[in-house]
Structures are given as C-alpha cells and as structure tokens.
C-alpha cells in the first residue's frame, strides 16, 4: 500500500524552480539598489521571544490579537512566536549588540515572515519581506531617502506605476490629543459602527479610520484628522519631506486617512499601492517609528524603516512579463559509461573551473535519451564524450539551439579537450552578441 501523500501546510507556499528565477532576479535587483544607498544586511532568527511581538509591534494590533504563530515551549516553557514582521528583531538585535553605540546605521533584511490570516490572493501565512530600518536617523531626510530608494526599486524592476500615499502621525502627544477628539467623536456614532470599529474604539481608535467597511467609512468621513493636531515641529517635519520628495521627482499624494496596523509609528507613515492586484493593493509601507528603540529597552533614538511583500511584487513582475533568465546552464555533458563517465566528470570540473556552468549526465543512457535530456535541460550546447572521442582525447560539440545560421557548432564538430573550454565561451560570447 502507498504511504498518504503530505502536502505543505495550508497558507505556506512553495516556490517552484519555475517561478524561482524570478525571485532570484527580484533579489539579484534589491540587493544592488539597497548598496547603492550604502544599507548593510542583518538577519535575525525566525523565532523570538513572544513578548518582543507583544512590546514590540502593541497588543491592540491585529498581528498580535489575532495573527501571531505563538507557542509555550514544550521542553523549557519559554513563550516563543514565529516572526510576523522583521522592525522588532531588527531593533533587539541592535539593542543587544550594541550595534548604535557610535553612529546610526542603515540596515536591511530579506526573509520569511509568519502571520495566522485567512489565505487568498496576496495573502498567505508564511510570506516574504524585503525591509529597511535607519536606526538613529531623525529625518526627514532618511524617510525621503527610503522613498527615493522604493522609487528606484519599481523601476528596475520594471513593474510599472505604483502609487505613493503619505500622512503624518504626528508626536505621541499630538496623537494623544487628536485621540481624544476621535473618540469622542466615534462616541457620539457609535450607532454607526462595526463590531470590529466598536472593539477598538478606546483599544486603537486610529484603525477605525483605517476600516474597509463602507458604512463605518462613511461615518468617519468626519472625523477629526489628525493632521489639524500637528504642532510646529510635526509639520515642519511633513513639510520639509514634501519638498524633498518633489525635488526627488517622487509623486505622491497626501492621505490623511492613511495610518499604520502598528501602534509604534509616529510622524512619517506611506503606502505604495497598485490597482493591479485586486483588494491586496499595498505592496511596500512604512514610516517612523522614533519611539520604539526606548520601549525596546534601548537608549532613546530616532529611527525609521519599510517593509514590502515579496509574493505581491513578483506578481506584479510576472503580468509585466519581466524576463528572468531561466536557462539552466550553458553545456550539458553526455558519456558511454565506464572510462567515458570518468572522463566526462572530469570535463565537467574543468568546465566549470573556466566559469562555464556545466550539467554532467548522472547514469547510464543511450546517448539518445541522453540527448533528450540536453535538450529538456536548456543548455546551449551538448559536449558528448563518447569512446571514440575519449581515445582521441576530444570532445564531440553540438549547438542545441536555433540561433540563425551564424550559430557555432551548428554542425557536430569535434574539438580537442585542450580547447574545449575556450572554444565553447567564444562561442557562448558570439551567441550572447
Ligand atoms: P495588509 O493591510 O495587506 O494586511 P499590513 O499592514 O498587515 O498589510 P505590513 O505589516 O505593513 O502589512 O507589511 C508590509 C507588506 O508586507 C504589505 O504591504 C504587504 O505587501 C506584505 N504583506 C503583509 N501581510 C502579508 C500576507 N499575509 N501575505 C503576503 N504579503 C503580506
Ligand atoms: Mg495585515
């Protein structure tokens, strides 16, 4: 009887080696622009702490009421929770490290992150982040910085207009404030609102502006905004982006409405939305967050990051049909068995010491099937190094693909192993032309 067949866990995803060229592309694209700017990786473990989450990103948030991967370890006891966003970690490991003692830093990480949602379209349980964090940086120079730097990465690579919106939250007091008038306010509509809008009316009252229900958003039409609370400095701060951001040659428009799922931001909060992926339109957010260092634990100090969904952006790459290259290599080595498979290992290390990438044929096959193979594999060219060859220390060479009559070795010639590695870049280098 057949063992049952396992499958991943629902929400988890697979990337398959059809679709992994393009995030090795995506990544390949990231990581040049993200050394442009000079920000240096860190990466951090996939488990922390619960109480991290908790501190860290508020307890009145969805990730932390309802989306957290959280467990009490089994052997010791401790509370532990897989990582639904990377700010948190990144800021404890800068805390215990030390890693601000003498200058700010500029930091990014790549990686998986979990969160207990209801999967659908842009919307899975374990997903993938690029994100940014300048750590000791007051702005607003920093937060224009990491826009022109999410400016730069749409462009190469090449997904199209993507829209910015960006608001301010202001400082804690100013949003203390406002708060107050917002309550107040929803109060007095309370009739008009959702479960969901009434549970964070005095828990998280920003979010309730932030509702997808109609009703609820039509009875916040009104509200108070906070943006008539900023004080002097606030403002300046918005205001002194504003210009950057045109100067810079990044549109954006100013959304009042807009607030962040995390209670620590304040200031400088954004999206970058798109209308090409149906209701999970936000592909990139972020902002300020200057007060989270000191909840951490850490000595007072400014910061600000952004964090984009991986999944979403390659979506975006695959409609504008970016093109990833997907062949597997350059030669595929074909043999007889016997002396010929030792033989053709060791054409396939030298091959590959000249910096070509090589497939050697694994097994015994007729050079048929093997053909076949070579064809199946996208290489280039198939080195075959039958008996004969093998005698006359050569290699038999054939062009696999249709390239126009100028294409080398589109008929099988026979080259000198001696010669084998330089004939076939010369060759590889006149295709590529
Ligand atoms: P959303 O409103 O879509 O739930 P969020 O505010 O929870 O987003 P952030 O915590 O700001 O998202 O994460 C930054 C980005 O990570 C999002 O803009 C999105 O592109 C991506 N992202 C967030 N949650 C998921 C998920 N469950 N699946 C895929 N991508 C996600
Ligand atoms: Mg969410």
């Known amino acids: 009887m057949a063992a049952p067949k396992l499958a991943a866990v629902r929400g988890m995803n697979d990337v398959l080696p059809a679709q992994a060229p393009l995030w090795e592309l995506f990544e390949r694209r990231t990581v040049d622009v993200l050394r442009a700017y000079g920000y240096q990786q860190i990466r951090t473990p996939l488990v922390e702490p619960t109480a991290l989450f908790v501190r860290g990103i508020g307890e009145a948030t969805d990730i932390v009421e309802k989306e957290m991967y959280a ?147 039509q009875a916040v039409a009104e509200a108070p905004v906070l943006l008539d609370y900023l004080g002097a400095e606030s403002r300046a701060h918005f205001d002194q982006l504003q210009k950057l951001l045109t100067a810079g040659g990044v549109e954006f428009t100013v959304n009042p409405r807009l607030v962040r799922g995390l209670d620590y931001y304040n200031l400088t909060v954004f999206e970058w939305i798109t209308d090409r992926l149906g209701a999970q339109g936000t592909i990139c957010g972020g902002g300020r967050y200057d007060p989270l260092i000191e909840m951490l634990g850490g000595k007072p100090a400014p910061a600000c990051g952004f964090a984009l969904g991986i999944e979403r952006v390659i979506e975006l790459m695959s409609e504008a049909a970016v093109a990833a290259d997907t062949a597997q290599c350059d030669v595929y080595v074909l043999h007889q068995g016997g002396a010929t498979q030792v033989l053709a290992q060791s054409v396939g290390e030298s091959l590959r010491d000249a910096g070509l990438d090589a497939i050697v044929h694994a097994g015994e096959a007729s050079l048929k099937s093997q053909m076949k193979r070579a064809d199946a594999s996208g290489a280039e060219f198939a080195v075959i190094v039958g008996a004969a060859e093998a005698a006359a220390q050569a290699a038999a060479v054939k062009a696999l693909r249709a390239r126009g009559a100028a294409a080398p070795f589109a008929e099988q010639q026979t080259v000198p192993l001696a010669q084998l590695a330089t004939d076939l870049a010369a060759a590889l280098e006149r295709i590529s032309e």
């Open 71 to 217: 467990w009490t370890d089994a052997l010791n006891g401790d509370q532990l929770a897989l990582r639904p966003e990377g700010t948190a970690s990144v800021v404890r490991a800068a805390i215990e490290h030390n890693l601000l003692y003498d200058a700010p830093r500029r930091l990014w990480y790549i990686g998986p992150m979990f969160r207990h949602e209801r999967p659908q379209r842009g919307r899975s349980r374990q997903f993938h982040q690029v994100g940014v964090e300048a750590l000791g940086f007051t702005g607003p120079d920093i937060d224009a910085e990491h826009l022109l730097l999410v400016k730069r990465l749409w462009d190469v690579l090449e997904i199209g207009p993507v829209r910015l919106e960006i608001n301010t939250l202001g400082s804690t007091a100013e949003r203390a404030e406002h708060r107050t008038a917002l309550i107040a306010y929803l109060e007095r509509h309370i009739d008009a609102l959702d479960a969901d809008a009434r549970r964070r009316l005095h828990s998280n009252p920003l979010r309730v502006l932030d509702s997808k229900n109609p009703a609820v958003q």
